[in-house]
């Protein structure tokens, strides 16, 4: 019975649902308007301007470039549907074109002065200008707008923009409708006698796509707002003002930001007696015997092909910037910067081209080249570098391996840059580190990939099956940990239970790589399974581990939401650890207790009970530690560094790893990790081994992690021999790890302005990079150095431009600096206890921010205005904790 009542109910309301509709419909055509509507035999005449205005973010009218397009519009009824009095055929006519320059103080700055609009336009463009076109409207919609096929598609697009201000409905509601920005959500607010029109810009969808760069800390925002009010006058538009403004930030520094502003104007000056309504059955009858050469073209916006006359070929413009790109410049701003422009050349060149200057550059710019061409990510950039390079060649490493880091830094992979890096693994490779690479960085690309939601596309598929199921097949130790840093890179969650078995390894490699890569994960994944492995880790449940496995065990711990009882059994091991490691996990206690990182609240509640904390837990000696703190803090970003120390307990550094973190709009992104590793060199020092660590072999090398991106390990030596040999010929010159130009932002679009005008935005990070590291041992000074050399500028580029074939207008907004970061550890081993002092230093570095404005013709005439403003930042040393300043004032008094 209550199932019969509820249908009745539904049917009931279905049929006052469809009355109401049907009485909507019938009110619409014969009562109230859901338009406005033409008189018949009457002309509308109307003034109509558009100007679009281009500057930086907070830069006034007057410091802005653009354009003002002025003209008189001719509108009148051609036709309306008999049985419907909202459905209507409008012919729309220009006159009296007239293109000027936005402000009127320009002065000797207008590049417009001394020009005419038919000049300007050309014949072809003149006459297109004045052909009457054609909209369709149905209850206040456009149905269809009609113009010429062979029409500039410029003309179109102006054309489009202007019909689009004759689009609007009466009442005030949501609607999906098409008009020249695309297919976008509009909100009408009606008001005695004025509709307000709210474009929701970012619901709008184009043909036209461009790409960013995934990483919220290294990438680029919009903000974007479309308002047009209209002013009604007997149910018809007497005005209608609209603006738009998109403003473009780089989202590390917002004030390197570029704002367009976009304005329309359609004011009616008059009404006079104008053509009779046509007779036919349809309106595209009636358009097809007005003209059969006009064409239903569709109101949305089409692609304009900008033209270049005067752009310079890319050999030409690579011959301009090669001297910039050279190795002795990559410190200076002026490297990045020309390797961003070299991009934009090349993203428009064709493979033979990029193969001319790939075999014209010189040995020593070669390697720049090589970034900037895999950098392009086109089709024709990874053609040419792949003809061009032969990696059964073990001659060519070096810029293999720029390639190979290039794909892996890239803004926007796609699937076919995978596969290109699948069948070079799969053929013969002449250099063991390069296959490494390859496997390496295949992982890297698998998650950006992921990323972009092709984690089901066919060639990530199988790489997925690859480095998920190697590791179990084969038992080779180099090939185990060359797919276990792949799977660290890929951030697969699949890859989690190999990395909890791989953490319980014999191998301590195997179990440091696995150890570190469960800390990139997000916390929700790392489940109660993992966490009981590590624990089993760091306790020694099951097996001794080496002090570096059990710090890193240790790491996940405190930053994967440890329980209470975590917690209380970690800082009850303080006390019954090695000498070092208990002034580690000590030191790395106070650090998240002083830094209030995630892990220090349920820290302190276990500190409340003093069997847990207690002067001798807390009172443990030592040279290992653990430090934290702020390289920057802004609105914009904020920057962390954190220094973890490890010794053995015979004085040598054991595990020296430096991170910089990265933090924006909610998103962390791991800048830099530079990891140096140490063991079995106690035999130097006649010292003993700590427990577990007594068989290890000799052995220095270094990790690094660059922009979330695993790279490969470098080793210093391996072996007794190899230390020996390397410690008599060593120079004190530190190893390189990571060098050349990395593409850190890269954003691309197409802002389709209402006005028919299109905006292309470009806006690119290149970072140039020097990063080195060595490990220096005087057994006749009983002396030990680390040192991580850090070196690089760091250039960002904004670009926005409106080219309309007849004039060109645009904004850049940029920003450039140039620093050093030093990380140097010095150890004393000719006393006990050994003295230990680490030192961070940065230099005093400059920042330039710069905003140029420039406005060009065909004809070559070009203004530029450029503006800057430049400052220091004084160099500092970064502060570590007190014991490390009194430990220094000791080491730099005994050296004297």
Avoid at 315 to 343: N, V
């Amino acid at each position: 019975m209550n199932l019969a009542v509820e249908r009745g109910h539904t049917m009931l309301a279905l049929a006052v649902l469809m009355l109401c509709a049907a009485t909507s419909v019938s009110v619409s055509a014969k009562g109230v308007a859901a338009g406005p509507r033409l008189n018949n035999n009457q002309l509308y005449k109307f003034s109509y301007t558009t100007e679009v205005l281009l500057n930086k973010a907070r830069g006034s009218k007057e410091g802005s470039t653009g354009s003002r397009i002025s003209c008189e519009v001719d509108v009148n009824l051609v036709w309306r549907d008999p049985n419907n009095d909202d459905e209507q055929l409008v012919q729309l006519a220009i006159s009296n074109l007239r293109i000027e320059h936005p402000s009127q103080s320009a002065g000797k700055n207008n590049i417009l002065e001394g020009t005419t609009t038919e000049g300007l336009l050309g014949k072809t463009n003149s006459a297109a200008v004045t052909k009457p076109f054609f909209l369709h409207l149905r209850n206040g919609k456009t149905k269809a707008f009609y113009s010429y096929w062979k029409e500039p598609a410029i003309i179109k697009n102006l054309k489009r923009g202007l019909a689009s201000l004759l689009q609007v409905q009466l009442h005030t509601g949501k609607v999906i409708e098409n008009d020249v920005s695309g297919r976008c959500l509009i909100e009408y607010k009606a008001v005695k006698g004025q509709i307000t029109r709210t474009k929701r810009l970012e619901t709008c969808r184009t043909a036209e796509t461009g790409f960013t760069t995934h990483s919220k800390v290294l990438g680029v925002s919009r903000k974007s707002s479309s308002v047009t009010v209209f002013k009604l006058d007997d149910g018809f538009i007497h005005s209608a003002v609209a603006e738009e403004t998109h403003w473009v930030s780089v989202n590390a520094r917002r004030s390197t930001a570029a704002k367009v502003l976009s304005r329309q104007t359609l004011t009616l000056i008059g009404t006079e007696a104008g053509p009779l309504e046509a007779a036919g059955k349809d309106a595209a009858g009636v358009v097809k015997s007005t003209d059969d050469k006009l064409a239903a073209v569709g109101i949305v916006a089409e692609k304009v092909k900008p033209k270049c006359k005067s752009c310079p070929s890319l050999f030409e413009h690579w011959q301009a910037e090669q001297k910039r790109l050279e190795p002795t410049g990559l410190a200076k701003a002026a490297a990045p910067r020309s390797f961003l422009a070299l991009i934009q050349s090349i993203r428009k060149a064709s493979k033979e081209e990029i193969l001319k200057v790939l075999k014209s550059a010189s040995k020593t710019s070669l390697p720049q080249v090589v970034d900037a061409v895999t950098s392009s990510q086109t089709v024709a950039s990874l053609d040419a570098m792949l003809q061009f390079l032969n990696f059964t060649d073990a001659k060519g490493f070096v810029l293999q391996e720029r390639f190979l880091y290039a794909c892996g830094f890239a803004s926007h992979p796609n699937e076919r840059m995978l596969q290109v890096l699948l069948d070079i693994s799969k053929g013969k490779i002449g250099s063991t580190d390069i296959k490494e690479s390859v496997v390496i960085i295949m992982g890297a690309l698998v998650h950006k990939l992921c990323q972009k939601g092709q984690c089901n596309v066919p060639t990530v598929v199988e790489v997925k099956k690859m480095i998920l199921e190697v590791p179990y097949s084969t038992e080779d130790d180099s090939e185990v940990q060359m797919y276990l840093l792949a799977l660290k890179n890929s951030l697969l969650p699949e890859a989690i239970p190999i990395f909890t078995k791989y953490a319980e390894s014999k191998l301590g490699a195997y179990s440091t790589i696995a150890l570190t890569a469960l800390q990139r994960y997000d916390v929700g994944l790392i489940t109660s399974e993992v966490k009981e492995a590590v624990n089993r880790v760091y306790h020694q449940n099951l097996r001794i581990y080496e002090k570096n496995v059990r710090a890193a065990a240790a790491d996940v711990i405190l930053s994967s939401n440890p329980s209470y009882m975590e917690t209380k059994n970690l800082l009850l091991s303080i006390g019954h650890l090695p000498r070092e490691m208990n002034k580690y996990m000590l030191s790395k206690i106070q650090d998240i207790l002083r830094f209030n990182m995630p892990a220090s609240k349920i820290l302190r509640q276990v500190m409340k009970d003093m069997i847990s904390q207690n002067y001798d837990r807390f009172s443990k000696v030592g040279s290992s530690s653990s430090f934290s703190g702020f390289m920057a803090q802004s609105s914009d970003v904020t920057s962390t560094y954190s220094l973890d120390i490890l010794y053995s307990g015979s004085g040598i550094l054991r595990r020296s790893n430096m991170n910089i973190f990265g933090a924006s709009k909610g998103a962390v992104l791991h800048g830099l990790q530079v990891a140096i590793e140490a063991q079995g060199l106690e035999s130097l020092i006649a010292a003993t081994p700590d427990e577990g660590e007594e068989d290890l072999e000799s052995f220095a090398g270094m990790s690094a992690l660059l922009f979330d991106i695993q790279l490969r390990p470098v080793t210093f030596f391996k072996g007794y021999s190899d230390l020996m040999s390397k410690m008599f010929s060593m120079s004190g010159e530190p190893m390189n790890v990571v060098k050349g130009l990395i593409l850190l932002s890269d954003h691309s679009e197409v802002i389709q302005l209402q006005s028919g005008l299109k905006a292309s935005a470009e806006f690119q990070g290149g970072l140039a990079i020097d990063i080195s590291g060595g490990m220096e041992i005087s057994l006749w000074y009983r002396e030990s150095k680390t040192s991580v050399n850090n070196r690089g500028a760091l250039v960002f580029t904004g670009n926005i431009t409106v080219d309309m074939d007849f004039l060109k207008t645009g904004v850049e907004v940029s920003f450039e600096t140039e620093a050093s970061l030093d990380f140097i550890t010095t150890v004393q081993f000719s006393e006990y206890p050994f003295l230990v002092c680490m030192q961070m230093d940065k230099t005093t570095f400059p920042v330039s921010d710069f905003v140029t404005t420039y406005e060009g013709l065909p004809s070559g005439k070009n203004i530029v205005s450029r503006k800057s403003n430049k400052f220091l930042i004084p160099g500092s040393e970064f502060p570590l904790h007190q014991e490390n300043s009194d430990m220094c004032k000791k080491v730099f008094d005994s050296s004297w």
